[in-house]
């Protein structure tokens, strides 16, 4: 009976114009995120002027970055956060500012924003000289220190400020922390942020090695299909709560309910059924996608000799973006059987919300906590990835779990509903007699 139930509610699937809007925005994504500009790392060849940067590890180098971004910030007044993962521009009050210049002081022995000002000239004029040097020109002749940022592309050496004398790490965490906390969280000065700052140029020996891990312990394909669950996963944490949600409520506005409610079919099949029907057709067009990369990724190797794993986008889909279909179907299932509303809708958009924009601070991977929707913006950092690997895996069993125990309270409100209780927007006549 299940397997009878599960065909039909596949076909109902195929005829629902929300699910063909989910695959069309599946593919639009896809295409415009990742399909047109996936590009197969090629094997560095020596001699190169630039191979890329990298985050760097070194304390001294953290302190040393870190110290120049809150110069540079301090000096001018504003300070760049991003609490929620959208930008935020913040303006410290007088004791707020004047606690930031002490912390500055402590950590780096810049004393007021007199200082920290000819800090910043020092900075511009070494810069400006050197990129005239390079271009033979002047065009940076008329700007000043106000005019510019550390970060600035321009300028090819960020500011770097030495630590204080005597500066251990850890008291300098615990100043940065302060700061971060002055500044209201999502500032460059907290824990998760702060060897973001320190990039490094990489060697050639930096970048074959990254290459090698990319070819030998990835086979190729490991590293893109984590970057195809990164980008895919994005459109996965909210979408199939739409579906679940339409189906939920497309009985009601039939006016099918009575005689779905009078049926003998178990209530656990019921729901089963349509449980499953909705996590294979929403996995389908994720496997179908997957083929593209995979074939950039063959016919890459097929050129270089390489080996490649031709299975690890079908396995990543299933371990990786699976669970995270499972929940936003179960739960959009759950609350539209128990309030008859699509009200997870909202509590789906907001969950989504949370994990996208608080996992921006986590993009290059490795830290992926319990976050709905893990990030690995990259094709590399095998290691990142093989170290966060046990976390990882705890989540997606405890998301997966988690779907299945709200799959089974979704068939129990669904039982009682049939025996006519727990009815909330009205009583439907119910056959007390029938199976559930």
Not at 116 to 133: I, N, P, S
Not at 419 to 430: F, S
Request: aromatic letters at 12%; glycine letters at 10%; a neutral charge.
């Amino acid at each position: 009976m299940l397997g009878q139930l599960f065909a039909k509610e596949c076909k109902q699937t195929a005829k629902s114009l929300i699910y063909w809007l989910i695959v069309l925005i599946l593919i639009f994504g896809f295409t415009t995120q990742l399909g047109n500009n996936m590009e197969i790392a090629k094997e560095p060849k020596p001699g190169r002027a630039s191979y890329g940067y990298q985050a760097s590890h070194d304390p001294e180098i953290i302190m040393s970055h870190t110290l120049g971004k809150l110069t540079e910030e301090y000096f001018r007044g504003n300070y760049t956060t991003y609490p929620i993962g959208f930008y935020k521009n913040v303006t410290l009050d007088k004791e707020d500012d004047h606690r930031i210049g002490e912390i500055l002081k402590e950590a780096a022995g810049i004393t007021g924003k007199e200082e920290a000002g000819r800090v910043m000239e020092d900075w511009y004029t070494a810069q400006t000289e050197l990129k005239e040097a390079e271009s033979g020109g002047t065009e940076a002749e008329d700007m000043g220190p106000n005019d510019v940022n550390a970060g600035d592309m321009m300028y090819r050496e960020p500011l770097k400020i030495e630590p204080a004398a005597g500066l251990t790490y850890e008291r300098f965490a615990e100043l940065m922390d302060e700061a971060d906390k002055i500044l209201g969280g999502g500032s460059e000065y907290g824990k998760d942020d702060r060897e973001m700052n320190a990039e490094v140029p990489k060697t050639y020996e930096d970048a074959k090695k990254e290459y090698n891990t990319l070819i030998e312990k990835d086979g190729l394909t490991g590293g893109y299909a984590r970057l195809f669950c990164d980008y895919m996963g994005i459109f996965l944490g909210i979408l199939p709560v739409f579906l679940a949600v339409t189906r939920g409520m497309r009985d009601r506005r039939a006016v099918m309910q009575e005689l779905i409610y009078t049926r003998r079919c178990p209530s656990l099949t019921v729901v089963a059924s349509r449980y499953l029907a909705m996590i294979v057709m929403l996995v389908l067009p994720v496997l179908a996608l997957s083929v593209f990369p995979l074939a950039k990724c063959m016919n890459y190797a097929r050129t270089a000799g390489i080996t490649v794993d031709m299975l690890a986008f079908v396995k990543y889909t299933f371990g990786w973006l699976m669970p995270m279909i499972m929940i936003a179907a179960a739960l959009g299932m759950f609350l539209t059987e128990l309030t008859d509303t699509a009200a997870a809708v909202l509590v789906q958009g907001a969950w989504w919300f949370v994990a996208i924009f608080g996992g921006v601070q986590t993009l290059r991977g490795g830290m992926y906590g319990w976050n709905l929707v893990p990030r690995h913006n990259t094709e590399f950092n095998w290691q990142g990835y093989h170290d966060g690997f046990a976390q990882l895996a705890l989540n997606r069993t405890l998301y997966a779990a988690a779907a299945l125990l709200l799959t089974l309270l979704t068939a129990y409100i669904y039982s009682q509903k049939r025996k006519g209780r727990l009815q909330i927007r009205g009583k439907i006549l119910a056959n007390r007699k029938s199976k559930s």
